[in-house]
């Protein structure tokens, strides 16, 4: 995953422009998402398809002619969606441009202007103490065109049409946790959901964050609405921080019950944000009044719980292999837990007669109290998540005991 990681943190995304056609063809090589083009101009609810922005040089030159701020170097310096600039620009004026964090000073801050008309660069404040009082050249060449918004999509087709739903955004230039983590631990997943047959369907959605995400509902509002059981928004999951979650709008559903089951038990107590009070990301429009979908967001240390959190401190050094995979080890379990999560009803009246079957044991044989334990929640109400829970025990574990007494003490409801 760390190699995927390093080949997409490069590149120069925003939520239109080449950079997010660069990163789905990236991804296309491990997983064979669809391309979506939809042009600028293109309603969805209350928004429009911006401009493309596509961003080919910029640069800041001080009144020596030294280069201090260069979109080569990192393409953090530039304010995203910038408009082309070239001309000088005095003291005063530049300062209204410019863009430190007197807080974090070797910290180059991650600031766009999707729907203003602006321009601007971005520099370490220490950098910026540097700069000498005067005339600046500004060069951004830039262009805002009609164009297209893109976004990807892989549909894995199941036994049923109920969906298990999986997002992503890709709209971030150069950070690695935010977003680059996503991204990868997203088309993982995606490889693993496509090696077997799945009781479920999968849609994996690779998609610009907001205007991305307002498009897609846009387009498919009618078959998300009526097949997904259970979304996440994966972002944010490389870092060192502990695994949390932010729940649904709802609270309650499918995606809120597995994740917190999985996590309880992978991470003991974690981080369990209620929907009105975190919310940050892509859930904001797959979660909102009318939509509803039960949308969970998995990650490690969310938005501002980290303090490279949108500036170039974010780049792949404060992400690591181990913890990719112990974000995707949590979410598979999550999808496997949701694969096995049935009602079950028993087949007798009383318990059945155990012994007879060979599957009896001494009352405190655990392996005999779990069986009994499995048939005393087989009501046809208590799906295995809440049988698990119930039992206090991982569902991944009751499995094989499900599995026993499916041969003839229990059936699927
Ligand atoms: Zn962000």
Not at 118 to 128: D, E, I, M, P, T
Not at 173 to 178: E, K, L, T, Y
Not at 235 to 250: N, T, W, Y
Not at 379 to 395: C, E, F, N, Y
Request: some cysteine; overall charge negative.
């Amino acid at each position: 995953m760390m190699e995927l990681a390093k080949e997409l943190f490069p590149i120069n995304r925003s939520i239109t422009g080449q950079g997010v056609r660069d990163t789905l063809a990236i991804i296309r090589k491990h997983i064979p998402i669809t391309f979506y083009c939809i042009s600028s101009g293109m309603p969805a609810f209350d928004w429009v398809v911006p401009p493309e922005w596509n961003l080919y040089d910029a640069w800041l030159k001080d009144p020596l002619g030294n280069i201090v701020a260069d979109a080569k170097l990192n393409n953090l310096h530039v304010v995203g969606y910038s408009e082309p600039m070239d001309c000088d620009v005095g003291w005063p004026e530049l300062q209204e441009h410019l863009h430190s964090l007197p807080d974090k000073p070797t910290a180059i801050p991650y600031v766009t202007s999707y729907y203003d008309r602006n321009w601007g660069f971005c520099v370490s404040h220490r950098a910026r103490q540097n700069f000498i009082e005067g005339t600046y050249r500004v060069c951004i060449k830039s262009t805002l065109e009609p164009g297209h918004l893109n976004y990807g999509e892989w549909i894995i087709p199941g036994q049923t049409d109920e969906e298990i739903f999986i997002s992503t955004y890709i709209c971030h230039p150069s950070m690695a946790n935010d977003q680059v983590s996503g991204m990868v631990v997203a088309t993982e997943l995606a490889k693993w959901v496509g090696l077997a047959p799945r009781r479920y369907t999968y849609r994996f959605v690779f998609a610009p964050e907001t205007i991305g995400s307002i498009i897609y509902l846009s387009r498919n509002l009618k078959n998300l609405k009526r097949n997904v059981v259970a979304a996440f928004n994966v972002c944010f999951v490389g870092d060192d921080g502990e695994l949390s979650m932010i729940r649904s709008r709802h609270g309650e559903t499918l995606a809120d019950r597995v994740a917190e089951h999985v996590l309880g038990h992978l991470v003991g107590v974690f981080r369990d944000d209620e929907f009105i009070a975190a919310r940050g990301s892509d859930e904001r429009q797959y979660c909102s009044p009318g939509l509803d979908l039960p949308m969970v967001v998995i990650s490690r240390s969310l938005g501002e719980n980290y303090p490279q959190y949108h500036t170039s401190l974010d780049d792949l050094s404060i992400i690591s292999e181990a913890n990719l995979e112990g974000s995707y080890n949590a979410i598979r379990r999550m999808l496997e837990v949701l694969e096995m999560n049935r009602t079950y009803k028993c087949k007798f009246l009383c318990e059945p007669q155990m012994g007879k079957r060979g599957l009896y044991g001494p009352p405190t044989d655990r392996t005999m109290r779990t069986r009994m334990d499995i048939l005393q929640c087989c009501d046809g109400k208590h799906d295995v998540i809440a049988m698990a829970d119930k039992i206090g025990m991982p569902a991944w574990e009751l499995a094989p005991f499900i599995e026993q007494l499916e041969v003839d003490l229990i059936e699927a409801t």
